[in-house]
């Protein structure tokens, strides 16, 4: 047996605060610069920062970390006494917001280490934050088999570097009670072992809380979901990814749950005075697909530069589901439900049509004029799924973009690069 | 050799000979792409089960429609072939979660290639949803429902009841097969194996595209015959072969050019396929689900130590010199298995090559000088 990867804590220690400061001094700069746009935004990266130093906490108060995959919704984990559940990607996931090159040491440790470039970046960045010795201490690693191939491998890889134990749940193919009922399994399974591991027992009372918590967040994205149909859309294209953010970090806490009211009655505000991000909406788009990370403002761009706003992109769709909270039965099962229903974990799994009626309810159901998808460089099963996006377009008659890019490393195509195709073709076919 | 000859025949082509025999006699071919969708079934219902494999194809314009140039080759060919009408003497297909790619292959397969023949009611479709966590008691239930899903529907589709009785004798046909292929196996232990990896390949491929009779009367002659013989006197060194989806002779025949004998492997057209047996015992549902859910893994299973440890087992008892591995371009399952068996190897000391190739043949001066240097290396 090799020798594991241990907490670093002066590298943990540096890494987190820079990234802390990085995300305070995002804040101060939006708020100088004052675009209504990022009001929510702004609201957002305060529970980031939040985050970041409740982990900060944790690590000190020697609490037993875990690490969730993203599509492990925290909310869960927070019935346990003395756990403090922390989002693995979570290099992966702020590093190129706050510095388009943030993630690439972190990729290229990755590939030295010799995962091939075709990885998926969210588990480069992962597994390379993970070998830089960055990571915060971990008692358990717990994963679903899910969104894709890079993602199952990745953890697989994981069990082999870290001494704690590292559990994957086995995510249904198909979606219907047998699935359920597999995956409420799984996460039994993944209760008792955090049970186990972390020397806890789960307090349904507190879990009950956080649920009720997380309720609320999903009922208000519903909500804020259905206003971004109306004309003008009243909040920006990219807020659709800082709520999954705000989602895989804070669903189940109070700020978690007061920042989506904020966002809910922003929205009704505005469009109780018609007003939007634009206040002419020339073209309607979606983004179906994850949005390049480094460069978020692509969205702010569409609109200033060609009146374009994003009714809806694909981390912005809120597909989640409620949970009943009355028992650990009715809880454990709708967790399962849900996770089977956020972003990603639904439309990539299973058969096409998963990842097409989601793709055609937006198309049809925002108003939609015109769509981008990004295709995902290392996004397999999102590559063989384009001879599907564009019949499904051509029927319709909407101008389809299918973007390449990586969606966290701007190496392989650029921002410039990006922004010149999306002209290209708003000019030659979606304005023309 | 004859035999050798012979099933390098069985391998050339999409459609062969047995199989054209197969289908002159009014017998039906169900198509598949993984060894998720037990064999076993497939023969239960009277259909043979054939591996989809493109050895004919030259070009991807039609699959590209749906695909990109991103996507692994495998997968690219086998939709050109689907999309050409290359496989229309197929009365069926079962579609399976293998991996990402083949999922979406799957889906192109259902809902393009072969919707019209399906919708006519004179094609079989079909799809079992694998799981990944293999020793789980809820996993093994779903893939058994699977199963029992897919029984149901070769059951309508070919108007036949599949018993106990059937499933039972199908489980043997199959091992019996599977015996035999370790057999071949067996004798590739010794110092000089007389039979080299690429002969084996060519094998173990037209085991996977031919009627189990005709390949097993062929297979017993020739092992029959294969006593005394050195395959490769002059080689330098003995492999381990380890990846994904291989299914041409002619590559390892590149490696074994340069000296490099292949004396076992664990491909998916390999012993991977075929080397765990299916229990005779007890109820042959249950036998066959834990069989092929259990099985030696590829790296879609969340499996990775008890994989590692059969790779370990294969070197060891095969006594390999090394490891060389391989993945088609693209295919992400086995570039993160190639780093979990380069760290094991490096535990072990055990020296390993990993090579990048399309379905197709292409690129071999590159690797024979990789193959070359390899070799050296251990020398």
């Known amino acids: 047996m090799g020798s594991f990867i241990r907490f670093n ?25 004052g675009d209504p746009r990022e009001i929510c935004v702004i609201e957002i990266m305060k529970t980031v920062d939040v985050f970041l130093q409740r982990m900060f906490e944790a690590v000190e108060q020697e609490k037993k970390i875990i690490w969730h995959e993203f599509l492990f919704f925290p909310e869960i984990f927070y019935g346990f006494p003395n756990v403090h559940p922390v989002m693995a990607e979570i290099v992966a996931g702020f590093m190129p917001i706050l510095d388009p090159e943030g993630l690439n040491p972190y990729v290229d440790a990755a590939e030295n280490f010799g995962l091939p470039p075709d990885i998926c970046p969210a588990d480069k960045g992962f597994l390379g934050a993970v070998l830089q010795e960055v990571m915060p201490p971990v008692s358990l690693a717990v994963a679903p088999t899910s969104p894709c191939d890079s993602a199952i491998t990745a953890y697989q890889i994981l069990e082999k570097l870290i001494e704690a134990p590292v559990l994957q749940c086995d995510v249904p193919y198909w979606q219907d009670a047998r699935g359920v009922e597999l995956y409420t399994h799984h996460i039994w399974k993944m209760i008792r072992r955090v049970e186990e591991v972390c020397h806890t027992r789960m307090d349904w009372d507190r879990c009950r809380e956080a649920i009720r918590l997380a309720n609320e967040c999903v009922e208000n994205f519903i909500e804020e979901n259905e206003m971004r149909k109306l004309s003008p859309c009243p909040h920006p294209g990219k807020l659709g990814f800082y709520q999954f953010m705000l989602t895989c970090l804070a669903t189940g806490t109070v700020e978690g749950r007061d920042v989506s009211r904020f966002i809910l009655e922003d929205s009704r505000r505005l469009a109780a005075q018609k007003k939007g991000a634009l206040a002419e909406e020339k073209v309607r788009l979606m983004m179906y697909n994850p949005d390049p990370f480094y460069d978020l403002g692509v969205h702010d761009w569409l609109e200033d530069e060609f009146g374009a706003v994003t009714a809806l992109s694909f981390f912005g769709h809120a597909t989640q589901t409620l949970i009943d909270p009355s028992t650990p039965e009715t809880i454990v099962r709708d967790y399962a439900w849900k996770m089977m ?24 159901g925002w108003n939609v004029d015109a769509v981008i998808v990004p295709a995902l460089i290392q996004c397999k099963h999102g590559q063989a799924t384009h001879g599907f996006v564009r019949e499904a377009c051509r029927e319709r008659g909407k101008p389809l973009l299918l973007l390449e890019f990586d969606p966290m490393d701007a190496r392989p195509v650029s921002q410039d690069k990006i922004h010149n195709t999306i002209a290209e073709w708003m000019e030659t076919q979606v304005l023309a | 050799m004859e035999e050798l000859e012979r099933f390098a025949e069985l391998g050339r082509d999409t459609l062969n000979p047995e199989m054209r025999s197969w289908k002159e ?33 030259r070009d991807t314009s039609e699959a590209d429609r749906h695909t990109t140039y991103l996507n692994c080759t495998y997968c690219r060919h086998v939709v050109d072939e689907a999309l050409s009408g290359r496989y229309d003497f197929l009365d069926g297909f079962v579609g399976t979660n293998g991996c990402d790619q083949m999922r979406r292959v799957s889906d192109i397969f259902r809902a393009v290639a072969f919707r019209e023949a399906a919708a006519r009611g004179d094609f079989f479709l079909e799809y079992v949803g694998a799981p990944r966590v293999p020793f789980d008691p809820a996993s093994l239930a779903y893939y058994r429902h699977e199963l029992e899903r897919l029984k149901q529907g070769l059951e309508s589709h070919f108007r036949v ?25 067996e004798l590739r232990k010794r110092p000089h194996p007389p039979v080299t990896g690429a002969e084996a390949l060519s094998i173990t491929v037209a085991s996977a595209v031919t009627p189990k009779e005709p390949f097993q009367r062929l297979l017993r002659s020739l092992l029959a015959r294969l006593d005394g013989r050195d395959a490769a006197p002059n080689h330098r060194k003995r492999l381990f072969l380890y990846g994904s989806e291989l299914d041409d002779p002619a590559w390892v025949q590149v490696i074994e050019d340069q000296g490099g004998l292949v004396v076992a492997d664990g491909l998916c057209f390999g012993a991977r396929m075929f080397w765990d047996l299916t229990d005779e015992g007890g109820d042959p549902m249950d036998a066959v689900a834990r069989r092929t859910h259990q099985r030696w893994s590829c790296p879609r299973m969340v499996d990775r130590a008890r994989r590692q440890e059969r790779v370990r087992e294969m070197v060891r008892d095969w006594n390999a010199d090394g490891i060389v591995g391989e993945r088609i371009v693209f295919c992400q399952l086995w570039g993160s298995e190639k780093v979990m068996t380069d760290l094991e190897a490096r535990e072990r000391g055990t020296p390993t090559l990993w090579l990048e190739r399309e379905y197709r043949l292409g690129g071999t001066g590159q690797m024979k000088t990789r193959v070359q240097a390899f070799l050296e290396s251990m020398e």
Do not use: W
């Open chain 1, 9 to 33: 804590r002066d590298r943990f220690t540096e890494t987190f605060t820079d990234q802390r400061i990085a995300v305070q001094n995002m804040i101060e700069a939006m708020e100088a610069i």
């Open chain 1, 341 to 364: 229903n956020i972003c990603m974990a639904r439309q990539y799994r299973g058969p096409h049509e998963f990842f097409m009626d989601d793709f055609l309810s937006v198309l049809e």
């Open chain 2, 25 to 57: 006699a009014g017998g039906k071919i169900v198509g598949t792409f993984c060894t998720n969708v037990p064999e076993e079934l497939l023969l239960a219902a009277g259909v043979m089960p054939y591996r989809i494999r493109a050895p004919e194809s």
């Open chain 2, 161 to 185: 009841q599949i018993t106990e009785e059937m499933l039972a004798a199908s489980i043997r046909k199959v091992n019996d097969s599977r015996r035999l292929l370790r057999d071949l196996y």
